[in-house]
């Protein structure tokens, strides 16, 4: 379909300024298509993007910016360069472009930024799926901080972050990316990354828009099968969120197809849902290669003329990495069929962007002299949400470790490793991995290093590797735990890309058992009756039963998702007690890989009953987390109308407070999650058995108590009816509040009165929390 001129409207370039509005007009076509591209200076044979030894672009960096340039990718995160040394070639960049090309337009520098800063010295923090586990925003929100300053110090200015895929299936390599299965956690943490990022001057991007995690069987670019009301219940809020909540300035589209429909192609989810209905403003850029792939892999354009026009057309402004497909579409043009006007909006829409960040005006002459990547604040914000996160999934008694526990075996393929500590997007596993012998250029105690210093004598012998078959080194790993008090056994995953490792993008699981040899490796190390602490460092929930309830399993179990930088003296801090556990399952603990996908968001049938003969219950439910302290959830009320089995009223559409006091009876101080559900038994299509309502992380003294107050908009009770309309129906609805989405410690039942009420744009989608102590 050719789109004229008529067809652009201000409604789909709101706010641009007349000064971009001038450059456009003034732009040669050669002009406007450089701004719609990358280049990606430093990529060789590496393989850190799908496909990406087959896709990049022939052409030499001087010609390629003869009429400009609209991205530099990733100049700092493709190869170890000092930062100090790259920042002083990329401001001399900038001064090039300025002062030798027509316009004198500078480059946007974009980063990978899921895990901290992807540059090599740079802090690497714990990876998303611990971000959900730490139930924190807050927290989140600070590292998001942390990293923003650092990309905008050595001059990046868009990071390709967070990821608010929501978890369906833990067998897909990219979970370790995740934040969590719940739509409000993904939203509420993803939205205070985006508002961390950006107050320090970077550009978020929203990953990956909209459904990949949904893919048929958790494969990587598979096919998703999710129907309409799927889409706007469960993928779309947190998107929705942090455009309208977070501001965020740009998105990236999924690779995948749904019904049929590539993302990349779908005008309805670009514009028509992204730009229309929710007001975005800001630049869609293209997931790398995707625009092309529109071509090579799903075959709806003959052409990369044709794969561009179909991006375009539905709403990518900028193709990225580099410019495979976009500078076809001067020929598209020169055809006829496509109008010169689709290309200036998405040119106005990049120049936006570009003088919001004040890149217009932008003084080069001085790059930075020195820097740090890693400072006193990202250690101490690393070291806070390793330990916030870890979760604590079975505790025989043997936690904490006594103050002199005598000698501690380090066993397994994870204990003294570092890279066992990061995930896929962090810069040594995703870039470091290409270059052996590289010094990862900041601290990163292993597990063994932290225990060590923490308590002096400990030993180590790794047993099996993470993936491998050989059995060689099991039974002089049995003999060290036999001389030891203690076992720490540190088993897992090793996070990499595309085959290397056992998860991260490309690395889709068929199996949920801990690969190689690892559990017959902690099986053997039980039976030789030493007590004996599991910890996984994992980027995935891998099936347990085995490890958490059988009589003969670990006495403790640990789940940390990889880490981080600080990970390693944050498991010694909380296996010595100096730290109390405090991390709830952002995922539900598989039962075997044969019950997926799950999802705790499911309605009757969706779980274990009589008209099957599987069980797809998992070993530990959404939410669910120890601690070395108790907690007591009491006092349940709706409005302060009443508690117990009580019937308040409330109008559909109506905001509404509930609040609950919480105690911690133990001995140590400790944080609750307190989590309140929400159940209805009856309404216009299948809802789930339970559903996260609002929830608030909560650091209480022994004996101390808080009164938790959640103000409660009616989008937390909504759902797409019949039509498809998101509505608040009339009805009874059960409020539950518990330690995880299985368990009820008191529930109340909310009587909503009144006609069904449909959501509007405007109403609140966000919790308002607040802990009243005393």
């Known amino acids: 379909m050719t789109i004229h001129r008529t067809d652009v409207g201000a409604a789909l370039t709101p706010g641009v300024s007349a000064r971009v509005q001038a450059l456009v ?151 370790d990316e995740c934040i969590a299965e719940d739509p409000y956690v993904v939203g509420t943490i993803g939205t205070a990354y985006v508002r961390g990022l950006q107050s320090a001057g970077v550009h ?58 590539p993302v990349a192609a779908s005008g309805d989810l670009l514009t028509d849902l992204l730009r229309r209905r929710w007001g975005f403003d800001g630049t869609v850029v293209s997931d790398y290669f995707a625009v092309d792939f529109l071509r090579s892999m799903h075959g709806l354009a003959a052409t990369p003329g044709e794969a561009a026009q179909i991006a375009l057309e539905a709403g990518i402004d900028v193709e990225l990495p580099g410019a495979d497909a976009y500078p076809h579409l001067a020929e598209r043009v020169a055809s006829g069929d496509l109008s010169e006007a689709l290309i200036d909006r998405a040119v106005a829409r990049l120049l936006a962007e570009k003088e919001d960040l004040g890149l217009l005006d932008a003084d080069f002459s001085t790059p930075p002299s020195s820097v ?80 060590a210093a923490r308590f002096g004598d400990v030993v180590q012998a790794e047993g099996v590797t993470v993936e491998g078959t050989d059995a060689d080194g099991i039974p002089a790993a049995v003999e060290l735990a036999r001389s030891a008090d203690v076992a720490v056994v540190v088993v897992g995953d090793r996070a990499g890309l595309f085959g290397r490792g056992t998860v991260g993008e490309g690395n889709d699981a068929d199996s949920l058992e801990l690969p190689g040899l690892q559990r017959r490796l902690v099986e053997e190390i039980i039976a030789t009756g030493t007590p004996v602490v599991m910890v996984l460092l994992t980027g995935r929930p891998y099936a347990l039963g085995w490890a958490l309830d059988a009589a003969a399993g670990p006495a403790a179990v640990m789940q940390a998702f990889f880490p981080g930088e600080e990970g390693g003296t944050a498991l010694a801090a909380l296996l010595a007690g100096d730290a109390t556990p405090s991390g709830r399952l952002p995922v539900s603990l598989p039962r075997s890989s044969g019950a997926q996908p799950y999802s705790y968001l499911h ?100 004996g101390e108590s808080a009164e938790v107050r959640f103000t409660i908009p009616a989008s937390r009770l909504a759902y797409s009816d019949r039509t498809l309309r998101r509505v608040v129906e009339p009805g009874e609805v059960e409020l539950r509040v518990g330690p995880s989405c299985a368990d009820t410690d008191e529930a109340v039942t909310l009587h909503l009165t009144g006609p069904a009420y449909e959501l509007r744009p405007d109403d609140a989608r966000i919790v308002g929390v607040e802990v009243r102590r005393g």
Not at 374 to 392: G, I, N
Not at 420 to 444: D, K, Q, W
């Open 603 to 702: 309605p009757i049938l969706g779980g274990r009953s009589d008209v099957t003969s599987t069980d797809p219950t998992p070993v530990r439910p959404f939410g669910f987390g120890l601690s070395y302290t108790a907690f007591v959830r009491e006092g349940l009320e709706v409005d302060a109308g009443g508690a117990g089995s009580g019937t308040i009223e409330v109008r559909a559409g109506d905001a509404f407070a509930a609040s609950v006091r919480v105690t911690n009876t133990g001995a140590v101080r400790g944080a609750d999650v307190v989590q309140l559900y929400a159940h209805r038994g009856v309404a216009s299509v299948t809802r789930p058995v339970a559903q996260l309502v609002a929830y608030a992380r909560v650091e209480l003294e022994p």
């Open 204 to 261: 978020a991007t929203l990953k990956h828009f909209v459904g990949y995690s949904g893919s048929q069987a958790g494969r990587n670019h598979a096919p998703v099968h999710a129907g309409p009301r799927e889409l706007q219940d469960v993928f779309l809020p947190p998107f929705e969120m942090a455009v309208r909540d977070g501001g965020v300035r740009s998105v990236m589209n999924s690779y995948a197809e749904i019904d049929g429909v």
């Open 25 to 175: 007009a003034e732009m040669t076509l050669d002009e406007k298509l450089a701004q719609l591209v990358g280049y990606w200076v430093d990529q060789g044979d590496e393989v850190v993007a799908p496909l990406s030894g087959e896709k990049v672009t022939s052409t030499g960096y001087a010609d390629a910016t003869v009429h400009g340039l609209g991205h530099l990718t990733r100049v700092y995160g493709t190869r170890p360069v000092d930062p100090v040394e790259r920042a002083a070639w990329l401001w001399g960049e900038q001064r090039r472009l300025q002062t030798e090309t027509r316009l004198g337009i500078p480059a946007l520098v974009h980063e990978e930024c899921l895990t901290g800063f992807a540059a090599w010295k740079a802090a690497t923090f714990p990876t998303p799926l611990a971000w959900g586990a730490s139930f924190d925003p807050e927290t989140v929100e600070l590292v998001a901080s942390a990293i923003g300053r650092s990309m905008r110090e050595v001059g990046v200015h868009q990071g390709l972050a967070p990821v608010l895929d929501v978890v369906r299936d833990p067998r897909w390599g990219r979970v």
């Open 372 to 451: 740090d990547l890693d400072d006193a604040e990202h250690r101490a914000l690393a070291y806070r949400l390793a330990v916030e996160s870890a979760v604590l999934l079975r505790n025989d008694g043997v936690l904490p470790l006594a103050a002199a526990p005598g000698r501690i075996a380090v066993i397994g393929p994870n204990g003294d490793s570092a890279e066992a500590l990061m995930g896929c997007y962090s810069f040594a596993n995703h870039v470091l991995a290409h270059h052996p012998g590289t010094p990862m250029g900041f601290a990163i105690p292993t597990v063994r290093e932290a225990l």
